[in-house]
Structures are given as C-alpha cells and as structure tokens.
C-alpha cells in the first residue's frame, strides 16, 4: 500500500519535499492558497488551502486521509502540521513545540527557562506606549518582528532617530503586531541542522552564513562544514541541542541559529523544521550525504530513517548581489559547468528586473551550488561562477 503524504505548500521552497516523495512512490497531495504555485502541477492531488489556517489544513487533511503531513523551509505552516497530526494521531512535534518554534516570544522565554545564553530582550505589544528608558545606553540594537522569518521586517537600530520607523516595519512584518527589541550580538554567524532521533536532538551539520550586514542581515553566502575549532563546535553543538530541547522538540528536525561572540556562542533563534537557503535540501546533502528531505517524510509516516553520515565534503551556496536595474535572464554557464560541479537556481521569473539593495531573503533572484574536496577549491568555483554569471546578466 503507498504512502499518502500532505504537503503544505506548492512554493518553490516546497519542490524538493513534492519531488522526494514521489520518487519514494508516495501518493502526494498539496496545499496551497495559490492555485498556480509551481509545485501544484507534480500533486497527484491539490486542495485550495490557506496553509496557514489550522483549522482548513486539518479539513484537508480529514479528506485526504494522509498517513504523513509535512512541509520544509517555512516557520509558520509547522503550526498547521503539528495541529493536524495531533489530532490525527500522526507523527509530529506538540503544538506547544510548534508555538515555541514560531513565536519569538515563546522562544526566547523558553530559551531563559532552560538558561541558555541569549542576548538582552524585550517585547512590545501591539498597541503598548513605548517606554523610551529601556533603550537606553543599549544602541545600537536589533528590531524584528515576533513571528516573522527570512530577514523580513528585521533591522538594525543605531539610534532614536531610527527606532520608531524600525518597530513601525517589524509591526508590518508581524501577524499579532508584537515587536522584539533585542541586543545586537557581533560575531560571526553560524547555522546548525539537527534531527531528532530516539526523542534526542542529533547534530548533523554546522554552516557558516554570511549576511549582507546591516542594517537588513539578508543571507548571501553558506558555507559547509564549519571553519570554526573543536572546542567551539563542541560548544554550538551542545548549545543547539539544549535550544531544541527547550522548546521541546523531540521528532522531526530543527534549524538553530547561532552568533559566536567573543563571550561564545548565543542563541539566535530556531525553527522546528528543515533550514532554507539550500542548506538543507543542497548542501547537507553534497557535504554529508546525508538525505534530509527523505528523512522528513519517513518520520512523518513513522518509518526509520538514516542520519549516519557516508561522504565528506566542502558545500556552499552564493546568492549573487546584482546592479540595479539588472533584468534576470537564461545564462549558459555550460563553459564553467563542464569544468567545476555547479548548479543554479532561478529565484525569481526571467526578464525580473533587480529594483534596488536586497532587504529581505525574499529579493535575491539567483543561487550558484557548488562542492569540493577543499574549502579553497569551494571558494575559487563558487567566485569564478558568481563573477561569469553577473557578468553575462
């Protein structure tokens, strides 16, 4: 008998999750509040669903009768899995855990609980008089919303002047209006990919990120395995672990990231679900050979799966910065292809115009993937295709 698997989306960032699970031979339906998401095409089902609305997934899902609900590189919908599948009685996280994965506030509180490091916090409510004394002597520091993702409505506030527009943006960017003020943590960032095995957190892989910087922190490179010491990868390790098992996560996956300071790793923030970027459906893969999207739907059906690693290499992913007024177009990069392993990703239509600075993940067009036997070998294939593609745009 197949597998029935929901998935809960059709956006690219679920094209990985549609695709492996029809290779295992699993029967597939999908969700999504947009008939013409390009994963809607491959579903062997599709159901006009707002996958943000817990109660319509889990009509859905009543329908379907799925033996597996999922969804990767998304934080808000692992509210609509956990909901479903508990009430299904389908493998899952607690929707207590999936509130703590997706609701900064609840985070961080569950993060103070267990006594992790984090940097200073504070929230404000959606309609709360903002007391100006707790900002002081604390700039410059970060503003974002309570329950957003992919860098959208986060910023960096150097002083008054900008403070009030920042939480303007962040409330914006927030479904309940709530803001985060927190302090700004200097360091250099790391992401780390954990699966749950036996109801314990097993790290799999530490990234290194690059970000754009202030004041919008968009990501524009990753890179796998980490550059960082033994000691200090012992310390993100168990520092990742503890996040997870804070906001109790105990199935499935979680993507934990990391500030290394010159006091340590802190807590950045988690989600209970596969990390995005490519890290997880690309570069885990290239540098581990561990398969994580397979591993997501064989614990949503209940099956065993295998995060033993069994190759070890050098992954990266570039998200190209270019000029403004740049139109996107098909690039043949066949003369680097055949020489280096590359891939591309298109982002965004061809003929997309690139409009200005990128403020959010959501405004980079390309991806350049790579892999190699060194972390030099990485970088010079990885430049030499960045700089040939922006080139030819």
């Given at each position: 008998?197949e597998d029935r698997?929901?998935v809960l989306?059709?956006?690219i960032l679920q094209?990985?999750?549609i695709?492996?699970a029809?290779k295992?031979?699993?029967?597939?339906g999908v969700?999504?509040i947009n008939?013409?998401?390009?994963g809607?095409?491959?579903?062997?089902e599709?159901?006009?669903?707002?996958i943000?609305n817990?109660?319509?997934v889990?009509e859905t899902?009543?329908?379907?009768?799925?033996?597996g609900?999922?969804?990767i590189?998304?934080?808000?919908?692992?509210?609509?899995?956990a909901?479903s599948c508990n009430k299904?009685?389908l493998?899952s996280?607690?929707?207590?855990?999936?509130?703590n994965?997706t609701d900064?506030n609840?985070?961080i509180?569950a993060?103070n609980n267990a006594k992790?490091?984090?940097?200073?916090?504070?929230t404000?409510?959606g309609?709360?008089?903002?007391d100006l004394s707790?900002?002081d002597n604390?700039?410059?520091?970060?503003?974002?919303p309570v329950?957003s993702?992919?860098s959208?409505?986060?910023?960096?506030?150097?002083?008054?002047?900008?403070?009030?527009?920042?939480?303007?943006?962040?409330?914006n960017?927030s479904?309940?209006?709530q803001?985060?003020i927190e302090?700004?943590?200097?360091?250099r960032?790391v992401s780390?990919?954990v699966?749950?095995?036996?109801k314990?957190?097993?790290?799999?892989q530490?990234t290194?990120?690059?970000t754009s910087?202030?004041?919008?922190?968009?990501e524009?490179?990753?890179?796998e395995p980490?550059?960082?010491?033994?000691?200090?990868i012992?310390?993100?390790?168990?520092?990742a672990?503890?996040a997870?098992?804070?906001?109790?996560i105990t199935?499935?996956p979680?993507?934990?990231?990391i500030?290394?300071?010159?006091?340590?790793p802190?807590?950045?923030?988690?989600g209970a679900?596969?990390?995005?970027?490519?890290?997880?459906?690309?570069l885990?893969p290239?540098s581990?050979?561990?398969?994580?999207?397979k591993?997501?739907?064989l614990h949503?059906i209940?099956?065993?799966?295998?995060?033993n690693?069994?190759?070890?290499?050098y992954?990266?992913v570039?998200f190209?910065?270019?000029?403004?007024g740049s139109r996107i177009?098909?690039?043949d990069l066949t003369?680097?292809f055949?020489?280096?392993?590359?891939?591309?990703?298109?982002?965004?239509?061809?003929?997309?115009?690139?409009?200005?600075?990128?403020?959010?993940?959501?405004?980079?067009p390309?991806?350049?993937i790579s892999?190699?036997?060194s972390?030099?070998e990485?970088?010079f294939r990885?430049?030499?295709?960045?700089k040939n593609?922006?080139?030819?745009i």
């Open positions: 008998m698997i929901l989306g059709a956006s094209l990985p999750l695709k492996e029809k295992m031979g699993c029967y597939v969700c999504d008939p013409n998401a390009v809607v095409s491959l579903a062997d599709f159901f006009e669903t707002d943000f817990e109660e319509q889990y899902a009543k329908k379907f009768l799925p033996n609900i999922c969804t590189g998304t934080d808000f919908p692992v509210r609509s899995v909901f299904l009685g493998p996280i607690t929707y207590e855990a999936a509130i994965s900064k609840k985070m509180e993060f992790l490091s984090v940097p200073w916090h504070y404000i409510d309609n709360s008089k903002i707790i900002t604390k700039f410059p520091c970060i503003v974002k329950d993702s992919g959208r409505g986060v910023s960096l506030v150097k002083n008054y002047d900008d403070f009030f527009n920042a939480i303007e943006v962040a409330r960017f479904k309940n209006g803001v985060i302090e700004f943590l200097v360091g960032e780390v990919e699966f749950c095995q036996n314990k957190p097993v790290v799999l530490i290194d990120k690059i910087g202030a004041p919008h922190f968009v524009l490179e990753h890179y980490t550059h960082f010491d033994s000691d200090t012992e310390k993100i390790s168990d520092l672990i503890n997870v098992s804070a906001c109790g199935e499935g979680a993507h934990v990231e500030i290394v300071t010159t006091n340590g802190k807590l950045v923030e988690l679900r596969l990390g995005g970027d490519f890290i997880t459906t690309n885990v290239l581990t050979g561990i398969n994580m999207v591993n997501v739907i949503s209940g099956k065993d799966f295998e995060l690693s069994t190759t070890s290499r992954a990266g570039i190209p910065i270019f000029p403004v177009s098909e690039v003369d680097i055949n020489k280096c392993d590359i891939s591309i990703k298109y982002l965004k239509p061809i003929g997309y115009e690139v409009k200005g600075k990128y403020e959010s993940s959501g405004d980079r390309m991806a350049i892999s190699g036997e972390r030099e990485l970088n990885l430049k030499n295709a960045e593609l922006i080139s030819r």
